[in-house]
């Protein structure tokens, strides 16, 4: 599926931090919780994430000034082999010079548990629940559409994986991504092409890897993944053509690297080839494309 990644322009005036978020002062102070609170001024040039041609039309303004505040609570918990940290941020935007919807409110709820068995196997689980208005918020990796979305959009996304060390040197992970996204623009609002239409859907992510440490720092590794997208709205994204008319799945397979800088600072990345099977074989094709992706 192609995908587009887009910043938008916000530059922050002043802020006043009270504490950082997800507990990152319990690291310091050996406290398992934290609370804190930010405020701060800013100018935002492009309040809709617009694209160029669209923000050159005669008499179209869409910078603003404005304030955000933005609350927060975490905490974290340890001992020998689990750890377990929870927290959540609550982000409250007004923008003055917006004619409409002067202000935005975003949830954001994230979950973390790591259980070492042994020396030898671990499990990872994660969870990140958003409600949102801003795309980089809901779709943080890769986002599928730039604009700001009115109402109150939703987007979760869980994952599961485990470790094991094999023998020395080489290791493998197994795990499960579920990915949710729902948004509240729907064919009452606009008959054809609206965001639910368009961009409600589950994505599963199944995938494996074997890892080989060649270098004390560094791990070349071999991959398979299988995607599936669950388009699940009924609303029309062209016409005569339902949201789940675009239900597909995906078999990649990758070759990567993985580069251990410091404690801090990984740096990774994967190539290969995907074959893509749609569901609907009278409006898409069968595709086979290259892959790539890469993290710090």
Known sequence: MKRLI????????????????????????QKPWSIGASLRGFYDDN???YPKALRDRPGFDDNTFGFEVAPSAGINLKNEQTTFGLSYLYTFRYYIDREDNEYDQSHQVNLKLSHAFNERFTVDLKDSFVMAQEPSIIDPTFITYPARAEGDNIRNIAGVQLNAAIVENFSADVGYNNSYYNYEQDAGDLPIGSRSAVLDRIEH????????????????SLGYRYDMYDYTSDDLFLPGHP?????????????????HVNPQLDVSAEAGVQYTQYDNQALFEDDVSPYGAASI
């Open 6 to 29: 887009t910043t938008a322009g916000l530059a922050a005036l002043g802020a006043a931090s009270v504490a950082p978020t997800y507990a990152q002062d319990a690291m310091i102070n």
């Open 47 to 49: 309040y809709l994430t």
């Open 205 to 220: 992510d199944i995938y494996a890897h074997g890892n080989y440490q060649v270098l004390p720092k560094t791990t070349l």
């Open 243 to 259: 949201g789940n008319d675009r239900d597909n799945t995906s078999h990649i397979g990758t070759l990567g690297i993985k580069q």
